[in-house]
């Protein structure tokens, strides 16, 4: 069988922070890096699934959702300041030398958006088909307009950030949309010569606010845990 030139790359360090030990914690049952394997896994589109991480256990766990696990990060792309375009550089290098592979499209997964499917993978990646884009990067609505936004002066005092006018109805605000971490897909030759997931040839790819949970907190974990078991109960019956 001929290999996907599409890599399907999960990155999950083992030193988070926010929720410590976040990408093996169970998430209905799941470890929640399994949640975003599943949905590579099973995507119509054929993926090379690697996933890069610095953690045996996360490795493990990994190996078991059914990622290929082909080294172990090292620790300096690992820490609190390294950046995921380091480690999907990392990734590209070490399987040219070891494996004499370079993808045509990289497709990033953050394990961190266990709601996204493998509907929205293919759809993402017929996008970039379609447009022929240097990148597809999924988003979702903005629910707050950015005139909401205040700060707290040094007197204490809410201010104003800039010059936008305020605005009470929502209805009135531009439409407008954020970034919510669940799909990247970039050409491979773009990634290695900007090393970013936004270059300018950039296309949205849409997704609703049900599937665009993302976890950074206790409290996002906890709702994702509640909102993703009470979703399996419902398809067992």
């Not at 890599?7 to 976040?22: D, E, F, N, Q, W």
Request: aromatic share 6%; charged share 25%.
């Amino acid at each position: 069988m001929a290999v996907s030139d599409i890599l399907a790359l999960i990155t999950a360090r083992g030193g988070s922070k926010g929720v410590p030990r976040k990408n093996v914690r169970p998430l209905a049952g799941k470890p929640l890096l399994a949640w975003s394997a599943a949905a590579a896994l099973n995507a119509q589109t054929p993926l090379k699934l690697v996933l890069s991480t610095d953690d045996p256990e996360i490795a493990a766990a990994g190996l078991a959702s059914g990622a290929e696990v082909p080294f172990l990060r090292p620790a300096e792309l690992a820490s609190d300041t390294a950046t995921s375009e380091a480690a999907v550089r990392h990734t590209l290098d070490w399987l040219a030398e070891h494996e004499g592979y370079r993808p045509r499209l990289i497709l990033l997964l953050q394990p961190t958006s266990p709601f996204r499917t493998s509907g929205d993978i293919d759809r993402a990646l017929a996008l970039q088909r379609e447009k022929d884009a240097d990148s597809v990067v999924s988003v979702t609505d903005n629910e707050r307009p950015p005139q909401w936004l205040r700060r707290i002066g040094e007197d204490g005092l809410l201010k104003e950030i800039g010059s936008t006018p305020y605005i009470t109805r929502r209805q009135e605000s531009e439409k407008l949309y954020r970034f919510n971490g669940a799909i990247y897909v970039i050409k491979t030759e773009v990634f290695l010569e900007e090393c970013t997931f936004y270059p300018k040839n950039m296309v949205p790819y849409l997704m609703p606010a049900e599937r665009s949970l993302d976890i950074d907190s206790e409290l996002d974990f906890l709702i994702a845990d509640l909102l993703m078991t009470h979703r399996m109960q419902e398809k067992r019956g």
